[in-house]
């Protein structure tokens, strides 16, 4: 009797300990919907937050939009990604891409020659072109020379070739002061002399009173200084330096011509002195470090935002599309 009265109470002791422990709060139920949840997060985060360099130089032309977009990504897109972009001219700028070990981006005023292909060629250098924008080549004065601001284009040329016999401003028209011209411009380093020497000039000799000059910059403080000064290069830096600069109208035949936005077109009026410019890619680093193909696809995706608060025109977008999709076919 007395272990039945024992066994009793103790079962009575254990059912009372047991409820009081479901009285506790019990903790909440996971379904495994939330981890998968915070696990796909995570995953993503991974997947998305790149870290490396990419290595971009070029032309000078160029880097105004290449540099601006470069920043944009590097604050907005990809903080772990550091894209330093240089300028040391398109001719010089393929020197350094093409090389083991060399940029990933070379940013040019002129398509890569035959000679720089068959360099690409020898060394297993996979290069995809892509055009960025179109540019208008611009004549700039200093702001006080009034007499020169509509010239035709033939004018122009005659200023730069070296039989065009012309050394005064009379020379051209003799209302014009009987000074002489400082003829000015970027070096054979940049694609725009040679797009300016092959295309304009088809490929005859420059005066030999042109000075020409590494440093776009150099070029604009020049003709800042000498109301007799006369230089060309790419919209985009005329733009920048309005406040310095005075840019010429072009007479091809119709009028005169203000280089513009809305004159610069491969079909505008301004046609006859406009060119595309590029970026070259190596694919084969596109291949192997995701950060480089990221950046390719982040430049074809918003080139066209970046143009024209930059100085360029910007391209058709099933052009750019075409870009697209050639990247994405690397992934």
């Known amino acids: 009797m007395k272990k039945l ?97 060399g940029t990933d981006f070379n940013n040019a005023s002129r398509q890569i020659k035959e000679e720089e292909q068959a360099i690409a ?99 604009v403080n020049l003709v800042a200084e000498d109301v007799n000064g006369i230089a060309f290069f790419g919209f985009g830096y005329y733009v920048n330096n309005q406040d310095k600069l005075k840019a010429v109208n072009v007479d091809f035949g119709e009028g005169p011509v203000e280089p513009s936005l809305e004159t610069i077109g491969e079909d505008a009026a301004y046609a006859p002195f406009t060119r595309p410019v590029f970026t070259y890619l190596n694919v084969n680093s596109a291949k192997e470090r995701p950060e480089v193909l990221d950046y390719a696809l982040y430049v074809v995706n918003n080139v066209n935002e970046f143009a024209g608060e930059t100085g360029f025109a910007p391209l058709p977008e099933e052009e750019l599309q075409s870009y697209v999709e050639f990247l994405e076919g690397l992934k």
């Open 121 to 219: 060629d020898d060394l297993g250098i996979e290069v995809k072109e892509f055009k960025v924008a179109l540019d208008g080549l611009t004549f700039v004065i200093h702001p006080e020379n009034d007499w020169a601001t509509e010239l035709t284009d033939e004018q122009l040329i005659s200023i730069f070739k070296h039989d065009g016999g012309v050394t005064k401003w009379s020379d051209l028209d003799p209302s014009f002061p009987d000074e002489e011209i400082k003829p000015m411009g970027p070096n054979e380093n940049h694609g725009t002399y040679e797009f300016f020497y092959e295309k304009i000039l088809e490929k005859e000799d420059l005066v030999d009173s042109v000075n020409l000059q590494q440093e776009y910059s150099n070029l």
């Open 5 to 101: 009265l024992l066994l009793l109470v103790m079962a009575t002791l254990m059912a009372f300990v047991a409820a009081c422990g479901t009285d506790e709060e019990a903790p909440e139920e996971n379904t495994g919907a939330e981890t998968e949840e915070t696990e796909t997060e995570e995953a993503e985060t991974e997947e998305t937050a790149l870290e490396g360099e990419v290595n971009i130089d070029g032309s000078g032309t160029v880097y105004p939009l290449m540099s601006a977009l470069a920043e944009e990504y590097q604050t907005s897109v990809q903080e772990g990604v550091v894209v330093p972009v240089s300028r040391a001219g398109t001719s010089a700028g393929f020197q350094k891409f093409l090389v083991d070990g």
